[in-house]
């Protein structure tokens, strides 16, 4: 009787406690049946992730740009985005012309993708410095006069004396006699005096500068290059200088051909030239997106921009290197959208040559940039050695066509099975 009186309290307590109670059952409980577990102990291990591969690969040069061979690490396979018969062939160009000291950058001018990379000296010349801007610069203050103050373009200059001499006084146009330049034709003959007067009345310092970021001179275009620089802006005539070109700024080849890229829709490309990297059993090691093109310019203004620069070449300061020795133009029907440029430095000590370009003009595919450095005697400057590589690029049998480049474009972009 005890026993069952301490079950029955036991039990009430469980209730109120809300925790079952053990007890013998008269009935079995009704439980759901368990899942029956998969048998894994059959299965192959996965595979494990390829590895990352080492981040100062990406960033190590084409071969034909290097100081010295870095070879990848024991059983990787680097494959570049430059066109190694392209290379050979600026390469050709640069020793033919007798340039001790040049670089020459060829782009993608829509992705980015370099085609060739080329330095003649890169440990004194290397392309990951910077260098003077020289008039290219005249492209960053055209951009901002068009943006800022289009009339100002509308416009006539009158100048006295060299347009290329700008001093205190050359800031002031001369009340009558002297010369005069339309906007196209001071762009296509360089004139600065014209331009530094266009930076100082109708651009500003602060625009000037803001319109060099925006294109992205002043930042790192690739890894391990040199960021660009602007001097200190003190008065009218320093200013009147940067917006020439004459002083005040400095850019490496990189940059140069990126600002090029600019001109074709108006974009910021990010340069980039490995185009795949496997490891030891051939699988691909996964690579980090470029970042995607930001709009930097409306396509109209990169479109007036590019129509003003073929009047560079056309009948500006590149007029004579895109001509063969008959006077006809070097690429046929292609035609080029291009700048000039050219200023003393002295780190190396030379006469720096410039010239940066796009084609075909009316919808580019591919950006050139080539700086040279000559001395008293010079073979063949920078317009004339670009003129000669794009020639091999768009060029075959004698016929120059925009579709010739497209093959070298769709092997930038490819990566070769066993790469």
């Not at 368990?34 to 084409?62: I, K, M, Y």
């Not at 146009?173 to 196209?184: A, L, Q, T, V, Y």
């Not at 200013?239 to 001109?263: D, E, K, N, T, Y």
């Amino acid at each position: 009787m005890l026993a069952r009186w301490m079950l029955l309290l036991l039990t009430l307590v469980g209730l109120v406690a809300g925790f079952p109670v053990l007890a013998e059952l008269s009935e079995p409980l009704d439980l759901p049946e368990l899942e029956e577990l998969p048998d894994v102990s059959a299965r192959p291990p996965a595979a494990p992730p390829p590895p990352e591969p080492p981040l100062w690969l990406l960033g190590q040069l084409p071969p034909e740009a290097r100081a010295d061979d870095v070879p990848p690490p024991a059983g990787l396979q680097v494959h570049y985005t430059v066109d190694p018969a392209l290379d050979a062939h600026a390469r050709r160009v640069l020793d033919e012309g007798r340039v001790a000291l040049g670089n020459v950058i060829v782009m993608d001018a829509r992705s980015g993708a370099l085609l060739s990379y080329v330095s003649t000296d890169p440990t004194s010349f290397p392309g990951t410095r910077i260098y003077p801007t020289a008039s290219l610069m005249k492209v960053v203050t055209a951009a901002a006069v068009l943006r800022n103050s289009p009339e100002a373009a509308e416009r006539d200059c009158r100048y006295a004396g060299s347009p290329y001499r700008v001093g205190a006084a050359q800031l002031k146009p001369p009340r009558e006699g002297g010369r005069i330049d339309s906007f196209w034709r001071a762009l296509a003959i360089s004139n600065n005096q014209c331009f530094a007067r266009l930076a100082v009345n109708f651009v500003g310092k602060d625009a000037l500068v803001e319109e060099m970021g925006r294109v992205g001179l002043l930042e790192p275009p690739g890894a391990g290059h040199t960021p660009g620089r602007v001097e200190p802006i003190d008065g009218d005539l320093a200013l009147g200088h940067l917006g020439s070109g004459l002083s005040g700024s400095f850019i490496s080849p990189l940059a140069a051909v990126r600002l090029a890229a600019v001109l074709a829709e108006g974009k910021l490309v990010q340069p980039h030239w490995v185009a795949g990297i496997r490891d030891a059993e051939g699988r691909p090691l996964p690579l980090p997106e470029p970042p995607a093109a930001r709009r930097v310019w409306p396509p109209e203004l990169a479109a007036e921009l590019r129509e003003l620069m073929v009047g560079v070449v056309a009948k500006g300061t590149a007029k004579s290197a895109f001509r063969d020795t008959r006077g006809r133009p070097l690429l046929g029907d292609v035609r080029v959208a291009g700048k000039t440029g050219s200023l003393s430095g002295t780190n190396p000590k030379g006469r720096y040559e410039w010239f940066i370009g796009v084609a075909p003009a009316e919808a580019p595919t591919v950006a050139i940039a080539t700086v040279v450095v000559s001395g008293s005697v010079w073979w063949r400057n920078a317009s004339q050695v670009s003129a000669l590589v794009l020639k091999e690029v768009f060029c075959e049998a004698g016929r120059c066509r925009a579709e010739n480049a497209e093959r070298r474009l769709a092997a930038a972009r490819a990566v070769p099975p066993g790469v």
